[in-house]
Nanobody
Framework: QVQLVESGGGLVQAGGSLRLSCAAS????????MGWFRQAPGKEREFVSD????????SYADSVKGRFTISRDNAKNTGFLQMNSLKPEDTAVYYC??????????????????WGQGTQVTVSS
């Protein structure tokens, strides 16, 4: 098993930036595909971005493409989500998740086995 803890959320003005981190413990982080999801009040949890275990391939939701960048440092057992040009509609709780190694692209919640507790991101207008 792997345990995930997100950090880096906060309050930022529109147009600003935040960098979220996802610290993994337990089994080696390199053994997992990683994804980021978010959930706004009253809405379903939605896919934001994912990255293969090696970091060789990434994908993004259309709503964040060009503004967010996912990355990982397996040596430090940590994943990241760099968020630039933030908009009020990016306001949500952001979750990192771990899924099966060897996957190409995982975009639905039920494809992931482990979840963090979430970190709040609030973007003011």
């Amino acid at each position: 098993q792997v345990q995930l803890v997100e950090s880096g959320g906060g309050l930022v003005q529109a147009g600003g930036s935040l960098r979220l981190s996802c610290a993994a413990s337990g089994r080696a982080f390199s053994g997992y595909h990683m994804g980021w999801f978010r959930q706004a009040p009253g809405k379903e949890r939605e896919f934001v971005s994912d990255i293969t275990w090696s970091g060789s391939s990434t994908s993004y939701a259309d709503s964040v493409k060009g503004r967010f960048t996912i990355s990982r440092d397996n040596a430090k057992n940590t994943g990241f989500l760099q968020m630039n040009s933030l908009k009020p509609e990016d306001t949500a709780v952001y979750y990192c998740a771990a899924g099966p190694k060897g996957s190409w692209r995982l975009v639905t919640r039920n494809e992931y086995n482990y979840w963090g507790q979430g970190t709040q991101v609030t973007v003011s207008s």
